[in-house]
């Protein structure tokens, strides 16, 4: 009788484990959770505020998520449930499918709440702070020199494809390398159009214009190069760290033991730290030294070097450190398709995607990208970097839309831990593209 009952437990706990869970979520319960959702949606009362607009995005992106993780061919080249989220939202937006009230809510959201800022801040706090000092220290000398070269790459592939379209090189380098390596829409493209205004006396929207539709498609193309590289990296091992940019061959930077246990107190300390890192970061941008050589720097930037340098110089407590990681990849696992949904509606135009899709653009688009990530790969490797790390960091998120466009990216190559590079590559990036704009545009016009 105990044997029998015994084995009903164990029954009973092997069919529990089988159920599926969306969210940690029982799927009936969360089928419900949908329709509630859904329901309140279509009927217009959805609450434009923090609420209603987690609640759409929880629920599209566990349905895309989990799709677009089980589609073959999508979920291992494509980017599987986070760029189909990303997509898919956008797409009902351009549809019309999605109600103008949700579409608000979202947008409210991500824009006015900025609900994005935090998740960023959170994820490089937490990733800075759990690499090893002496790796970093490594890292940041030549990372740097990468994205320059990777940058050289993107105009050398550039001119080949403008050679082949029959785009004039001058054009290429101008209207297709500056504006796409140019550490996106805010912090390169709008600034871009200014110092290109500044310097031939035409109207900023002529090169905007162009600019932005070709950056958005260099963005798609970056995020399917980063599912690409990923897989490349499950078949060729040995030019993958698997989410580490530094090789530590025969370098001493084993990662100190930690037998500490993590509770509540040190993750809600680990948000005190990140959010102290960001306003750190942004009274560095905004008041105390907002340009260096007459080049705005962003927050994003200051805030990975100031963590960086914290790290370094190993004056954030151990227990403070793991509370910041234990934070960040409660973030990266629970949010990112909540993000995705995000950026879907309220950053992403599909109607602009699919007016500046035509042969010439995409070809010489991918030609630049696909130089960005050659150049970045070689000198990664050269300097110490592993390369399928050092191409997405330091190539692919400097050739895709900003902020969004890294999470996009990361997303697809599932290497959300390197969202630090990802920024220096986007803000940091974006300020040395902003000179290079200069030079280039004074050259040429």
């Known amino acids: 009788m105990e044997i029998t009952q015994g084995a009903k437990v164990a029954q009973g706990e092997k069919q529990e484990k089988k159920q599926m869970k969306v969210y940690g979520i029982p799927l009936p319960l969360f089928v419900l959770f949908a329709v509630i959702t859904i329901g309140a949606s279509v009927a217009g009362v959805l609450p434009v505020s923090i609420v209603g607009a987690l609640g759409a995005c929880l629920v599209l992106g566990a349905i895309f998520g989990e799709i677009g993780d089980r589609i073959p061919i999508w979920n291992e080249y494509i980017g599987g449930g986070a760029i189909l989220g990303f997509l898919g939202s956008a797409y009902l937006v351009y549809s019309k499918i999605m109600p103008e009230k949700t579409i608000e809510s979202i947008t409210v959201f991500m824009e006015d709440t900025d609900f994005l800022t935090l998740f960023i801040a959170v994820l490089i706090t937490g990733s800075m702070l ?9 890292a940041m000398v030549g990372y740097v020199p ?5 940058v050289l790459g993107a105009m050398v592939f550039g001119a080949i494809g403008g050679l082949l379209t029959g785009v004039p090189v001058t054009n290429v380098l101008s209207m297709y390398v500056l504006p796409i390596m140019g550490g996106g829409t805010g912090a390169g493209a709008l600034p871009m159009s200014e110092i290109y205004a ?129 934070l960040q990849s409660f973030f990266s696992g629970q949010f990112l398709w909540v993000i995705m949904i995000g950026v879907g509606v309220a950053y992403t135009d599909l ?40 191409a997405i960091t330091a190539g692919l998120c400097m050739a895709n839309r900003g902020g969004s466009g890294d999470l996009a990216v990361l997303g697809a190559a599932k290497r959300m831990d390197l969202i630090s590079f990802a920024q220096i590559s986007s803000r940091l990036g974006g300020g040395i593209m902003l000179v290079i704009a200069s030079i280039v545009f004074g050259m040429l016009f």
Do not use: C, W
């Open 130 to 138: 759990s690499v090893n000092r002496k790796l970093l220290m490594r």
């Open 146 to 150: 990468t994205i320059i070269v990777g």
């Open 198 to 326: 500044a310097t031939t006396g035409n109207d900023p929207k002529q090169f905007l214009s162009f600019a932005l539709p070709i950056l958005t498609i260099a963005n798609i193309i970056s995020i399917f190069f980063a599912a690409i590289l990923n897989k490349l990296g499950q078949k060729k091992p040995m030019l993958s760290g698997n989410g580490e940019l530094v090789r530590g061959k025969g370098f001493d930077a084993e990662d100190e033991k930690s037998n500490l246990k993590i509770t509540h107190k040190e993750v809600g300390a680990g948000l005190v730290l990140s959010i102290g890192m960001f306003l750190l970061g942004t009274l560095m941008s905004k008041t105390i030294l907002p340009t260096i050589g007459g080049v705005k720097i962003h927050t994003f930037a200051y805030m990975v070097l100031l963590v960086a340098v914290f790290n370094m110089i190993n004056i954030i407590p151990e227990e403070l450190k793991q509370g910041a990681k234990k």
């Open 351 to 390: 109607a602009e995607i699919i007016a500046a899709i035509n042969v010439t653009n995409v070809v010489i688009s991918a030609f630049i990208v696909t130089g960005a990530v050659v150049g970045t790969a070689l000198f990664g490797y050269f300097v110490g970097f592993y390369p399928i790390e050092s």
